[in-house]
């Protein structure tokens, strides 16, 4: 069975600009979160989504959006790309069993803003 | 607020030797804990889990039990490989925070041979 996928798999913008980074969850998982990876930290949660609707949000800007289609695949916005928003974007799918979940992570998107 | 923290690296060992990694956690309800690696360039892997308190998450090797009453998940390998040479990760899922994951800052081990 097929992983969590996202593309791209590296991304290069200036700031100011925009970036949609796109993700697609394993088979039958219904939940999607993404994370930001700054170099040297570990995931921090941006948000979670449950069959279509945003179920968690972090502490990250309104810059920040997300969305899932009901493939459950899901995209992240980013606007007005600052230096700071460089990092590895995680994507996670997930699964719910006995009220316990298990997220299972794609190899990332690396973005880097000049 | 909930939270992970593990021991700071980076951590050098031989090959063949044991392995210990901290991680504590703070958290309001019953969480879930998790042990992720990460290997250069790539996504987080799911090493190992465990769900309640007294449970053994176990895979390749490794080892983590959950203690309640230290509020601890150590990893544990008894014998490293060059190959086990990652990142860690420590992690957990919440219910009362609807299993939102926090992640500790990663323990980064190199292994020599």
């Known amino acids: 069975d097929a992983g969590v996928t996202q593309s791209p798999t590296h991304l290069i913008k200036t700031r100011g600009q925009h970036v949609t980074l796109r993700c697609s969850p394993i088979?039958?998982?219904?939940?999607v979160s993404w994370y930001q990876q700054v170099l040297g930290q570990g995931p921090q949660f941006i948000f979670q989504y449950y069959e279509k609707e945003e179920r968690g949000r972090g502490n990250f800007p309104d810059r920040f959006s997300a969305r899932q289609f009901p493939n459950y695949s899901s995209e992240l916005n980013v606007n007005a790309l600052l230096l700071g928003d460089s990092a590895l974007y995680l994507c996670?799918?997930?699964?719910?069993?006995?009220?316990?979940?298990?997220?299972?992570f794609g190899p990332g998107t690396r973005l880097t803003v000049l | 607020g909930d939270s992970v923290t593990q021991m700071e690296g980076p951590v050098t060992l031989s090959e063949e030797a044991f392995l210990t990694i901290n991680c504590t956690y703070t958290?309001?309800?019953?969480?879930?804990l998790f042990w992720y690696v990460q290997y250069p360039g790539e996504g987080l892997q799911l090493l190992l889990k465990a769900t309640k308190a007294d449970d053994k998450g176990s895979n390749k090797g490794f080892e983590a039990t959950y203690r309640k009453e230290t509020t601890s998940f150590h990893l544990e390998k008894g014998s490293v490989q060059v190959s086990d040479s990652a990142v860690y990760f420590c992690?957990?899922?919440?219910?009362?925070?609807?299993?939102?994951?926090?992640f500790g800052t990663g323990t980064s081990l190199t292994v020599i041979p």
């Open positions: 992690a957990l899922s919440d219910t009362v925070t609807g299993n939102q994951f926090y």
């Open positions: 958290a309001t309800g019953y969480p879930s």
């Open positions: 088979s039958g998982h219904k939940s």
């Open positions: 996670a799918s997930s699964f719910e069993r006995g009220g316990r979940v298990t997220q299972y």
